[in-house]
């Protein structure tokens, strides 16, 4: 195979590896977005020319990496992966660009992160496969101009809001990714198990994927969970008592929701009287990081309408006493 991995990311997803669909065929859910790519796929491949330049954004853990990966996988070509993070200048991407072959995969995860300086650098990479490199300094100053190989740069970010219009714009196709439906999860969820050999019932996977907070990466996450504690505790089979017990005891609720997701929502309402705040003080307040509730507590959050975000910061709702089972405050009387 013609195929080649260079990355300079930390193997922190190593885990996931196993798990990580090959091929665009065995991805599941995201039907509209996966008809749209799937076009350009076969569209690039028959013309025999290069994709366009992808943009994907969404939270964490819902498969942007995974359509960068398969997507080279499916077209035969070669793929490099970096971190936007680590791009701290022109010169770190430099080999990135003189190593793409015509027609590979450039993935940029985190694209949000990377610099001005090398944002600005890849836009006559991106518009015109060309770059300028700048030799020497002072009155030795000249540049050089050189011309890449027409290559696909795939780029993944949690918001889009991040990226810089220029930038946005240089993508032929923008592609949002939203949470799985359970029937999607409980699919892999099945899927999953029969990979890491884990005999599940059909109400042990749709447990499990209920509790997932419509993310693929968590329900593996959990799935992996639940099977040691079946090895450990009972026969190894999963049951939904079974899964329900194992994700009790980490302390994942019937919804899914984790403990940081709880502490989140309790202290919105024992500290801030229920809002609205603003998310900087709630994350001073349980001591997180404002972007770790932006981009992972507060998205799925919105989306069960266990929060609302207003321009005078965040406030839970009644769902959310509802499920927290505390008794909302009174409203002052008239
Ligand atoms: P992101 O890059 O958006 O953070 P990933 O692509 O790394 O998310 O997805 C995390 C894991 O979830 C993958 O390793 C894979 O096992 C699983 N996954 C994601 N999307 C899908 C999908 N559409 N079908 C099956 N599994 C998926």
Known sequence: SRETILSNKPEAKDDDQSL???????????????????????????????LGHILLDGPPGLGK??????????????????????????????????????????????????PKSVEEFLYPAMEDFRIDIALGE????????????????????????????????????????DFYSVEELTEIVRRN??????????DGAEEIAGRSRGTPRLANNRLRWVRDYATSKADGRVNRDLACAALDMQGIDNQGLD??????????????????????????????APDTLIDDVEPYLLRRGLVIRSPRGRRVTQATYDHLGIQPPEPPSP
């Open 65 to 114: 990496t995974t359509f960068a990966t398969v997507i080279p996988r499916d077209l035969g070509v070669s793929l490099q992966i970096a971190s936007g993070a680590a791009l701290a200048a022109p010169k770190d991407i430099i080999p990135y660009l003189t190593n793409a072959e015509e027609g590979s995969v450039l993935f940029i995860d985190e694209i949000h992160r990377l």
């Open 20 to 50: 990580r669909p090959q091929h665009m065929r065995e991805m599941v859910g995201q039907r509209a977005v996966f008809e749209r790519l799937e076009i350009a796929v076969d569209a690039s491949r028959k013309r025999n020319e290069p």
């Open 259 to 288: 403990p940081q997701d709880r502490r989140y929502l309790e202290t919105i309402i024992s500290i801030y009287g229920g809002g609205p705040v603003g998310v900087e003080a709630i994350a001073h307040t349980i001591n997180t």
């Open 138 to 177: 002072g009155v030795n100053a000249r540049t050089i101009n050189m011309t890449l190989r027409h290559f696909t740069l795939i780029g993944a970010t949690t918001r889009t809001g991040l990226l810089s219009a220029p930038m946005r714009d240089r993508f032929q196709m923008r592609e949002h990714l």
């Open 193 to 202: 198990a029969r990979k890491l050999n884990v005999d599940v019932t059909d």
